[in-house]
């Protein structure tokens, strides 16, 4: 039985401290937080202990789950890898790029397992495309949010946007060339709304834009390749698939013949909408942390591919704050 205790029982903890309870071959020893009644409603509502010192909770767990405010990452995760735990910690990795540096080098010195949160890496409209050629020539992705409070302690580029820089990461496997980028600061110190364009050595270009002050939500990709265009709705749970056929059909599928204006040259293009599979995301990522202890794997998201996405989210920054000075 792994023993597992959480840090912060805020909005997203509260999830987690649920979710943890369902998972089979863990054990919640107890949770830490330091807002005494807000810490007594949810000891009273899952019947789970509630320790007065962090140092106890990390001494009597296995492994540590970090939902704090992105502000106490570091110092979480450095009293649980010193103690040789295995942590998860939610994204961003950490509050600046040198302390996520310097996690990465304590979780490889300490040889435990370290996952970063970046959930939608669960989403099944994304797990959809397991298995599935992805070549992306050009990604263009929209994650609009409508305002609140809550994660503004950081600007919409490590909030939001941060999502979609690591599954453009993860897609492309290429390395950054350049960055362009634009934001503003509408309600919060920081940018709400920003827009940036991501060149890869590998030719790939991705169109990125993120909001928290939208009049609605939205949480689409469009990835286009030589042979496909593939849209996937993180948000309503959805992926489609436009690709080139050889011909009526293909795979099984049924194909539209394309007016080329030659009959020589005779095209075809298929439709999927492949099948969602039925999968709670952040339970999913929660058991996969779970069996990278167990069986001794890397988790599927390593904290260097969380300081990756920060770095590039650190570089969108950079130029938004060369423009504002400037």
Known sequence: MLKVGLLGVGHLGKIHLKLLQEIEGVEVVGFYDPDDEKAAKIADQFNVWRYAEIDKLIDDSDAVDIVTPTLSHFECAELAIKKSKHI?????????????????????????????????????????LKGRKVNPMFIETHRLAQFN????????????????????????????????????????????????????????????????????????????????????????????????????????????????????????????????????????????????IKNDTEPPVTVSDGYRAMEVAYMVLEKIQRIAVE
């Not at 970046?118 to 099944?124: A, G, Q, S």
């Not at 690709?243 to 030659?262: C, F, H, K, Q, Y």
């Open 88 to 128: 998860f910690i939610e994204k961003p990795l950490s509050n600046t790029l040198e302390e996520a540096r310097r996690l990465v080098d304590l979780v490889h010195e300490a040889g435990i397992k370290a996952q970063v949160g970046h959930v939608e890496r669960f989403n099944p409209a994304f797990l959809a």
């Open 149 to 292: 409070p809550r994660g503004t302690d950081v600007a919409v580029i490590l909030d939001l946007m941060i999502h979609d820089i690591d599954i453009i990461l993860k897609l492309t496997g290429a390395n950054v060339r350049k960055i362009s980028a634009s934001g503003v600061p509408i309600i919060s110190r920081s940018p709400d709304i920003a827009n940036a364009r991501i060149e890869f050595d590998n030719g790939c270009v991705a169109n990125v834009t993120a909001s928290r002050i939208s009049l609605k939500n939205m949480r689409k990709m469009r990835i286009f390749q030589p042979d496909a265009y593939i849209s996937v709705d993180f948000l309503d749970k959805k992926t489609d698939i436009v690709r080139l056929a050889s011909g009526p059909e293909e795979n099984g599928l049924p194909s539209v013949e394309i007016e080329t204006g030659d009959p020589d040259n005779k095209k075809y293009i298929s439709f999927e909408s492949p099948e969602i599979p039925t999968v709670n995301a952040i339970k999913m990522e929660l058991e996969e942390f779970r069996d990278a």
